[in-house]
């Protein structure tokens, strides 16, 4: 049986710490952004942490929300 995961906050030493997770278990030809949102936040905001420079993140997140809004499957990549 494996031992439960410690529970992570999201600010910014555990945004980090979990950047640095997506970091070392991705291979190297892969970027990521990832965002954290409380359900009940009317305010809509997230944290977010990235690899990428913020001008090509915010291109790939435009062009997901796009495909999103139209209803567009989001392909995964076969790693096999």
């Known amino acids: 049986m494996s031992k439960p995961l410690p529970k992570i906050q999201p600010d910014e030493h555990g945004m980090r710490m979990l950047g640095n997770?997506?970091?070392?278990?991705?291979?190297?030809?892969?970027?990521?952004?990832?965002?954290?949102?409380?359900?009940?936040?009317?305010?809509?905001?997230?944290?977010?942490?990235?690899s990428a420079h913020r001008d090509d993140m915010l291109k790939f997140l435009e062009e997901t929300l796009n495909r999103l809004k139209g209803g567009k499957d989001i392909a995964t990549p076969n790693m096999n």
């Open 21 to 50: 997770i997506l970091k070392e278990v991705l291979p190297s030809k892969y970027g990521f952004t990832l965002l954290i949102f409380p359900y009940e936040d009317t305010d809509h905001m997230a944290n977010y942490i990235s």
